[in-house]
């Protein structure tokens, strides 16, 4: 009965005939590279299946999607475009996944060297994502952890709500795409490719916010000795500006009392309501309102309140 052994050459000699007859695969403890040995489908066998052509190509499509190419190695596109080369093997019996770099700081053919760079580490029993992990500057984070502890130090100082919505934002626009990086690693063109994806929903004041935030992590990076270098901070000429007019005003008095019928009919809180009336009386910025104190008003059951 014909054997596929792992780590030996593929015989030019197996016809695809023999594929109808049992094939038994020996792969030692599992110690191996997930899927097809030199290719993705039977009739590809011996051949690589990925181009730089096709690589330039991928584009985003809404989806995270792959590209495979051969003994485990697929390039992976998120559903904002990033590109990251990622190789699948398992090891004691799991699948797991090793990523290798970004594209197209790493082209095809390097990422097939890294790819081959694994296996003697699968053969000796050792999981090559920790060996990456354990050859990484000492202290040296990804960009959610460091994101994180930035939050952490900055809540102290910040109400609650925003500490949840920078969170939020983060966990929305950033953390799918880069926060698996170490931030040693992240280079202005992968943080302008998330800032694009971003002014693309459209959310151009949007997109500035984010790259403030991560112009701010990194720089908390810098300074705590984690970091050289705010990759952010290089991309903030590339990003579309953002449109700013003039805020549209009333300017006779029949438009406030149309403003104030429509306000009256829409379903909302009481509270909000008669914050909402007070202040067309008293015609003050809104957060004076908000943060009002009941020392603050005179007379208010009287015929002349202040």
């Avoid at 080369?85 to 090793?98: D, F, I, N, V």
């Avoid at 060996?131 to 202290?139: E, F, I, L, N, S």
Wanted: glycine share 8%.
């Amino acid at each position: 009965m014909p054997q596929l052994i792992a780590g030996q050459p593929f015989s030019p000699a197996f016809s695809l005939q023999t594929l109808s007859q049992p094939i038994a695969i020996h792969i030692g403890v599992s110690q191996m590279f997930w899927g097809h040995f030199a290719g993705t489908t039977p009739g590809s066998w011996g051949y690589h299946v990925l181009t730089d052509a096709k690589c330039r190509a991928a584009k985003p499509t809404g989806k995270a999607y792959k590209l495979s190419d051969s003994r485990g190695l697929y390039l992976f596109v998120t559903a904002t475009g990033y590109r990251s080369w990622r190789c699948k093997y398992r090891l004691r019996g799991k699948e797991r996944a090793l990523v290798l770099g970004a594209y197209p700081d790493m082209p095809l053919s390097r990422a097939r060297d890294a790819r081959d760079a694994a296996a003697p580490m699968l053969r000796d029993g050792q999981d090559p994502s920790l060996v990456k992990k354990r050859g990484a500057p000492t202290g040296t984070p990804t960009l959610k952890q460091l994101a994180e502890d930035w939050i952490g130090v900055q809540k102290a100082t910040w109400v609650p709500r925003h500490a949840r919505d920078v969170l939020r934002s983060l966990e929305r626009d950033v953390f799918p795409v880069l926060g698996e990086a170490l931030i040693t690693e992240i280079t202005p063109p992968d943080v302008l490719r998330l800032l694009r994806a971003i002014e693309s929903r459209p959310a151009i004041e949007t997109a500035h916010r984010v790259c403030q935030r991560l112009e701010v992590v990194f720089a908390f990076g810098i300074a705590s000795g984690q970091s050289s270098g705010n990759p952010a901070a290089e991309v903030h000429a590339a990003l579309k500006p953002v449109k700013r007019g003039r805020q549209p005003a009333l300017r006779n008095l029949q438009e406030a009392q149309q403003l104030l019928l429509e306000s009256e009919k829409q379903p909302g809180q009481p509270l909000v309501k008669i914050a909402s009336r007070l202040l067309a009386l008293t015609a003050v910025r809104p957060g004076v309102i908000r943060l009002a104190q009941p020392d603050e008003l005179e007379d208010l059951d009287g015929t002349a309140p202040i």
